[in-house]
């Protein structure tokens, strides 16, 4: 596909994430720069099924670099899961003549796009890793990942404040439904006594073991941060589990952080991260590129077909997971 390409189109998709707004910006700024003409689709898929897509000028990305959330709103599209819903996506962007597409998101956003691109070769897009999950192969981190770390280990430390005071074991829950690399650096980070994640099974007597190791040195509190998608069930679960082989402490809590995680003011390195990829998204574009994410490896920018980056799974660097335990006793 070699025509020449003349207005894009971005659009953020799946959970938002912080930094999203300092790819649009960066997005939109390099459009400008070449020349080109850029819109911006609203609700991610759904606005291009619905039509809600509007020109965008330079102004239009003033004051938004630190801003969190994102400026085009985002949705989980079930319609675009359809061919029907993709067929009324496709009519909209030619109707508008747009040539190509820059898709902002998740695991969904470039599922959606390779279904997208295998009906509609003539219309190319690019994608650029947005999700707080930092769970996508072919980039060393996702943006947002950073900031809701960040977030998660604010909590932690706040937590362990209250917690030594009363002499109580917290179970901290992140988010990461398949991932757990919130989990194990907010862990790491934090300071945590434990860490429970979907890599890796975690059995009721490991880590009732582990408090008792933490108790026979005089350890009267603990965290223990768990992610979503954990092994072991829920935090209240875990936390109804383990309460009558613990009695060293004073008492179990359980905090869920949510979706405290996906909000905020982007952190420096979501910023120039965001800032890199939506540069590289436009110039990716501009070199005839389609069905690719444009992520970042070694710092530098690097490009993955999307079937790669949704079908491959990105491994946990054990090495800092085996630390995280050692650190944790
Ligand atoms: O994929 C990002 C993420 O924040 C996950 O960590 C979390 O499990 C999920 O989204 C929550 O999604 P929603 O906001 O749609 O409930």
Redesign the pocket.
């Known amino acids: 596909m070699n025509k020449d390409i003349k207005r894009i189109a971005v659009l953020t998709s799946?959970?938002d994430?912080p930094g999203m707004n300092a790819a649009v910006r960066a997005i939109v700024r390099n459009a400008f720069n070449n020349d080109l003409h850029i819109y911006g689709i609203m609700r991610g898929y759904q606005g291009m099924i619905e039509g809600t897509i509007k020109r965008l000028e330079t102004s239009d990305v003033s004051n938004i670099i630190h801003r969190g959330g994102t400026v085009l709103k985002t949705a989980?599209s079930k319609e675009f899961m359809t061919p029907e819903g993709r067929k009324k996506a496709y009519e909209n962007l030619i109707y508008n003549d747009i040539d190509a597409v820059i898709a902002i998101g998740?695991n969904g956003t470039f599922t959606g796009a390779m279904h997208f691109i295998e009906e509609y070769p003539d219309i190319p897009i690019v994608g650029i890793p947005g999700?707080?999950?930092n769970d996508l192969y072919g980039t060393d981190f996702t943006i947002g990942f950073d900031t809701a770390v960040n977030t998660a280990v604010q909590a932690v430390d706040k937590i362990r404040d209250t917690a030594d005071s009363h002499n109580r074991l917290f179970f901290v829950e992140v988010?990461?439904?398949h991932?757990g690399y919130?989990a194990l650096h907010t862990a790491i980070a934090g300071g945590a006594g434990g860490v429970l994640i979907p890599e890796e099974e975690t059995n009721l007597d490991d880590l009732v073991k582990l408090l008792k190791r933490g108790a026979k040195r005089a350890k009267l509190f603990s965290i223990v941060v768990v992610a979503?998608?954990n092994h072991m069930g829920t935090v209240y679960d875990i936390a109804k589990k383990v309460e009558d082989k613990v009695d060293f402490y004073d008492d179990i809590k359980v905090t869920v952080i949510g979706?405290l995680?996906?909000g905020g003011s982007p952190s420096y390195f979501d910023r120039v991260l965001a800032s890199i990829l939506g540069f590289g998204a436009v110039e990716a574009l501009m070199n005839h590129k389609t069905g690719i994410m444009v992520g970042i490896k070694n710092n530098n920018v690097h490009f993955t077909p999307f079937k790669d980056a949704i079908t491959k799974s990105k491994p946990l660097n054990k090495e800092l997971l085996r630390m995280a335990h050692i650190l944790a006793q």
Do not use: L
Request: proline content about 0%; charged content about 30%; cysteine-free.
């Open positions: 799946g959970g994430a989980r998740g999700t707080i999950d988010m990461g439904r991932s919130i979503e998608g979706h995680q996906r």
